[in-house]
């Protein structure tokens, strides 16, 4: 059974920092890419991150480069974004995704509140 679930949401002030985790369960890990999706409030989602299946390349939304990094651990199968300076628009809930040759999986979400 296909599992991913996320982790490590809530409410943070702006400029505060926070660490989503994603741990996977059902696949083989090592060979799916990983990405971070978001959805703000009343919005369509949105790709965030995305990291290859070695942890060697990674691409990031325009919106949050230089502030987010999107790491993995191969022998854990867990999947990371550390979210730094953060701003009242990355309010969201937070997907992860694993995908190779068409097949996706997803998580059920964590909420992300920036917030004074």
């Known amino acids: 059974q296909v599992q991913l679930v996320e982790s490590g949401g809530g409410l943070v002030q702006p400029g505060g920092s926070l660490r989503l985790s994603c741990v996977a369960s059902?696949?083989?890990?090592?060979?799916?890419?990983m990405s971070w999706y978001r959805q703000p409030p009343g919005k369509e989602r949105e790709l965030v991150a995305v990291?290859?299946?070695?942890?060697?390349?990674?691409n990031y939304a325009d919106s949050v480069k230089g502030r987010f990094t999107i790491s993995r651990d191969n022998l854990k199968n867990t999947v990371y974004l550390q979210m730094n300076s953060l701003k009242p628009e990355d309010t969201a809930v937070y997907y992860c995704?694993?995908?190779?040759?068409?097949?996706?999986?997803w998580g059920q979400g964590t909420q992300v509140t920036v917030s004074s």
């Open positions: 995704k694993a995908a190779r040759w068409g097949n996706e999986y």
């Open positions: 059902g696949f083989f890990f090592s060979t799916h890419a």
């Open positions: 990291i290859g299946s070695g942890g060697g390349s990674t």
